[in-house]
């Protein structure tokens, strides 16, 4: 019997720079205060940067993993509320297209982690074979958008290439940087027009998240927002978002 309990989430994006490793990095916090046992897997191998974030300076990271110089809990590290991290690198070109072996011993260092109840999986934006590779292995997939047109040309874009690599048809989108409920829903409607005519997907308004300064404060002091400004909008439009993953 599988007794495995964990939930795979890939965090994924047409365009960068939308905020996926905010949405990440602070959902993860939430979820481990609401005591889920949660591991962040920095999936982007090349320019992550998901320890920056927490400010902090891993010894080791994914390379060392995949190069079998390193066990997973020996690249481990751990964030507040006992997030565990699995760092990735910046600036390794070699990892932005993982070989079949690399992502087997990926695979099964993985499946090592045992106990948790969610494994959020922040991927780099575009279409790349790590993207698609990361988003098949995972539970659920999270698209994350924003007003710009460039980011909904792009996650249209990256939703056609994930449902013919992958065959996956749900998807959960995020729509990041709004001014509120009523642009967030627009910008999901759009994205839907277009997936309706071409594509046989289903798509689930996850929520929203407004534009907030207290955001970008706290992404330059390397903070958690949801821990230093727990009173912000965004703060409790990604508390919204969360109490959907635990219901
Ligand atoms: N709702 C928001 N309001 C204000 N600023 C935001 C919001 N969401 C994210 N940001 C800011 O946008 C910038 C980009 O965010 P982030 O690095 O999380 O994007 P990303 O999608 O992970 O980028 P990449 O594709 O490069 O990995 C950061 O400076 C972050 O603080
Ligand atoms: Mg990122």
């Known amino acids: 019997m599988d007794t495995r309990r964990e939930k795979i989430i890939a965090i994924t994006s047409g365009k ?24 962040i897997v920095d999936a982007d191998l090349s320019l992550g940067n998901i320890d920056i974030f927490f400010g ?43 070989t079949e072996e690399q ?5 099964f260092s993985l499946q090592e982690l045992d106990g948790y109840d969610f494994l959020l999986v922040d991927t780099p934006a575009g279409i790349s074979s790590n993207v698609v590779y ?5 539970n659920d997939i999270f698209i994350v958008v924003t007003p710009d047109p460039a980011s909904i040309a792009d996650s249209y ?16 989108i995020i729509v990041n940087m709004v001014k509120d409920e009523q642009e967030a829903l627009s910008v999901y409607k759009k994205i839907l027009s277009v997936s309706d005519q071409f594509l046989d ?3 689930d308004f996850l929520g929203f998240i407004p534009l907030d300064a207290n955001i970008r404060q706290a992404t330059k002091k390397q903070k958690l927002w949801v821990e230093h400004f727990p009173e912000t909008h965004a703060t409790k ?11």
């Open 16 to 39: 960068g720079g939308v905020g996926k490793s905010s949405i990440v990095t602070n959902l993860a916090y939430i979820l481990a205060a609401k005591n889920k046992k949660t591991c």
């Open 134 to 138: 990361f988003n098949s292995i995972s």
């Open 56 to 98: 902090m300076i891993p010894k080791f990271n994914i390379k060392d993993l995949i190069e079998g110089k390193k066990s997973i809990s020996e690249i481990m590290v751990e964030g507040p509320n006992n997030i565990k991290i699995i760092p990735a690198t910046s600036g390794i070109v070699e990892l932005s297209n993982l």
């Open 237 to 247: 439009a990604l508390i919204k978002i969360c109490n959907k993953l635990v219901s």
């Open 157 to 172: 874009a990256v939703i056609k290439v994930l449902c013919n690599k992958t065959g996956r048809k749900d998807f959960n």
């Open 103 to 107: 992502r087997n011993i990926l695979m």
């Open 201 to 203: 997907v289903y798509l």
